[in-house]
């Protein structure tokens, strides 16, 4: 008899996002539209992914939420935060990423998810501004305010649970500080000194959410719950948090091909990448403060795969630089260029070239969907802390001091897999799919 580890899925699940633009209305648009019947979650594994359980001759492939229990999507409230006033339906409207007839189906639930107040600092994201802003006195008084939305969301929706999730602009890099980020201790005391350079207010939405029982994700490259005082938090409190940064478009092809190189041991010198998009992320990361926090996140994986430890000969010469330009026009139609030099039998060089015309918010939608879902389910199987089986979703994925995170995408897929066995009692193993 298997033992499943995971609780039912019993009442509403609420999904708290933290900014409520283009990628958030693109998912809350997908998922209402999806339970209407009228589109398919196609790209969420926690909603359409089939999988293998069983080995040799027991093996059969059974739907993902058919092995563990996923919240259904009909169980599903959405509520945000956001400095700009706009319902969903008026932010989906102006993000411009879906067509009319793709938003108009469900435009009166989105005219009814109103933003709560932001707890926004402009030094964070000078780049944009808006009048939906909290105004206590310092950050601890502002984040006793985020906690009263959260307690008045589950409350006014019913909710059994609610999942936080951090959709908004990517803040300016801040290095971590262990005097102020070192423990809960020293981390409460600046917020009540309002260490407003130290704290920062994805921080303050993390602490938030984690002391009112809720999982947190962060899905910029933000540091926030980077650091030792929300490790201890997350485990005080039982807390899953998991992330960081979507992995979606240029970062998601790099983890693909950079270990196809690893693999048949072909040298890299160079790899370019750059990127041109028009959308309000990248209008705040057209600020270098911001950009510094995205381009540390975007150039972990290579380094890390690229292991010039192992193989010296072939990678301690690699020259790797990313880029992103903002550019209007394009919208969230981003376009991304990769150049990559590599050198093989002989020490003879070729080029790679990959243009990705893409989405951006269609790629991070159901990236969106399946991190809250499989939160809810960590959460639901009493799991705490970093959950390393969802970096298959970040681009810099979360770990403590002195590990190495896995960015191999097919490793990572197969670490979620192994981990969903584990949550529906199937042992984790290594066979071939
Ligand atoms: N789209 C992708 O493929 C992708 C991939 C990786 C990461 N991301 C990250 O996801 C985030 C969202 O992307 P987007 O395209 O939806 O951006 P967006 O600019 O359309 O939406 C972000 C929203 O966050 C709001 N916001 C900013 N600071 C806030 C705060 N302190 N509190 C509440 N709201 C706040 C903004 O007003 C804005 O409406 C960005 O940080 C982006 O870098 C996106």
Redesign the pocket.
């Given at each position: 008899m298997r033992d499943i580890k995971v609780k039912p899925a019993t009442g509403k699940l609420g999904i708290m996002c933290?900014?409520?633009?283009?990628?958030?209305t693109t998912t809350i648009i997908g998922t209402l539209m999806t339970r209407k019947g009228l589109s398919k979650a196609i790209g969420s594994f926690a909603c359409e992914g089939l999988m293998r359980i069983g080995k040799g001759s027991e093996k059969c492939y059974k739907e993902v939420k058919d092995i563990i229990p996923v919240a259904d999507l009909n169980d599903m409230v959405f509520g945000a935060?956001?400095?700009?006033e706009d319902d969903a339906y008026e932010?989906a409207i102006k993000?411009n990423v879906l067509k009319s007839n793709d938003i108009e189906p469900v435009k009166e639930e989105l005219k009814a998810i109103r933003?709560y107040k932001?707890?926004?600092?402009k030094s964070?994201?000078c780049n944009?501004d808006?009048p939906n802003v909290k105004t206590a006195e310092n950050r601890w008084e502002l984040t006793q305010e985020l906690r009263e939305d959260i307690r008045n969301f589950k409350e006014k929706n019913g909710c059994d649970r609610v999942v936080v999730i951090?959709?908004?602009?990517?803040?300016k890099f801040i290095p971590r500080n262990d005097e102020v980020h070192g423990s809960i201790a020293s981390f409460e005391a600046a917020m009540k000194a309002n260490d407003t350079a130290n704290i920062a207010?994805?921080m303050c939405?993390a602490y938030a959410a984690m002391r009112e029982g809720c999982p947190f994700i962060m899905?910029?490259?933000n540091l926030c719950i980077d650091i030792p005082a929300m490790w201890e938090l997350a485990e005080e409190t039982g807390m899953p948090i998991a992330g960081k940064?979507?992995?979606?478009?240029q970062t998601m092809m790099k983890t693909v091909l950079a270990p196809a190189f690893f693999t048949r041991q072909l040298g890299v010198t160079g790899w370019f990448s750059t990127n041109i998009l028009g959308?309000?992320?990248g209008?705040?990361?057209d600020n270098p403060e911001n950009f510094e926090t995205?381009r540390r996140s975007k150039t972990s994986a290579l380094e890390n795969i690229l292991d010039s430890d192992v193989y010296p000969n072939l990678y301690s010469d690699m020259y790797h630089k990313v880029r992103i330009n903002y550019y209007p026009p394009r919208g969230?139609e981003?376009e991304s260029w990769d150049n990559i030099d590599i050198f093989g039998w002989m020490g003879y060089p070729m080029t790679i070239k990959v243009n990705f015309l893409c989405r951006?918010?269609i790629?991070?939608a159901p990236l969106v969907l399946d991190l809250v879902l499989f939160s809810d389910v960590a959460l639901r199987a009493g799991e705490h802390g970093i959950q390393e089986f969802l970096s298959f979703y970040s681009?810099a994925p979360m770990h403590k001091d002195g590990e190495k995170p896995i960015h191999d995408l097919f490793k990572q897929f197969a670490m979620l897999k192994n981990k969903i066995r584990e949550f529906a009692g199937y042992e984790a193993d290594q066979e071939l799919d």
């Amino acid at each position: 008899m298997r033992d499943i580890k995971v609780k039912p899925a019993t009442g509403k699940l609420g999904i708290m996002c933290v900014g409520l633009g283009a990628v958030t209305t693109t998912t809350i648009i997908g998922t209402l539209m999806t339970r209407k019947g009228l589109s398919k979650a196609i790209g969420s594994f926690a909603c359409e992914g089939l999988m293998r359980i069983g080995k040799g001759s027991e093996k059969c492939y059974k739907e993902v939420k058919d092995i563990i229990p996923v919240a259904d999507l009909n169980d599903m409230v959405f509520g945000a935060w956001d400095l700009y006033e706009d319902d969903a339906y008026e932010a989906a409207i102006k993000a411009n990423v879906l067509k009319s007839n793709d938003i108009e189906p469900v435009k009166e639930e989105l005219k009814a998810i109103r933003p709560y107040k932001a707890l926004f600092d402009k030094s964070y994201a000078c780049n944009i501004d808006g009048p939906n802003v909290k105004t206590a006195e310092n950050r601890w008084e502002l984040t006793q305010e985020l906690r009263e939305d959260i307690r008045n969301f589950k409350e006014k929706n019913g909710c059994d649970r609610v999942v936080v999730i951090w959709i908004a602009s990517t803040e300016k890099f801040i290095p971590r500080n262990d005097e102020v980020h070192g423990s809960i201790a020293s981390f409460e005391a600046a917020m009540k000194a309002n260490d407003t350079a130290n704290i920062a207010p994805s921080m303050c939405y993390a602490y938030a959410a984690m002391r009112e029982g809720c999982p947190f994700i962060m899905g910029a490259p933000n540091l926030c719950i980077d650091i030792p005082a929300m490790w201890e938090l997350a485990e005080e409190t039982g807390m899953p948090i998991a992330g960081k940064d979507f992995k979606s478009g240029q970062t998601m092809m790099k983890t693909v091909l950079a270990p196809a190189f690893f693999t048949r041991q072909l040298g890299v010198t160079g790899w370019f990448s750059t990127n041109i998009l028009g959308n309000r992320d990248g209008m705040v990361l057209d600020n270098p403060e911001n950009f510094e926090t995205k381009r540390r996140s975007k150039t972990s994986a290579l380094e890390n795969i690229l292991d010039s430890d192992v193989y010296p000969n072939l990678y301690s010469d690699m020259y790797h630089k990313v880029r992103i330009n903002y550019y209007p026009p394009r919208g969230d139609e981003k376009e991304s260029w990769d150049n990559i030099d590599i050198f093989g039998w002989m020490g003879y060089p070729m080029t790679i070239k990959v243009n990705f015309l893409c989405r951006d918010s269609i790629l991070a939608a159901p990236l969106v969907l399946d991190l809250v879902l499989f939160s809810d389910v960590a959460l639901r199987a009493g799991e705490h802390g970093i959950q390393e089986f969802l970096s298959f979703y970040s681009k810099a994925p979360m770990h403590k001091d002195g590990e190495k995170p896995i960015h191999d995408l097919f490793k990572q897929f197969a670490m979620l897999k192994n981990k969903i066995r584990e949550f529906a009692g199937y042992e984790a193993d290594q066979e071939l799919d």
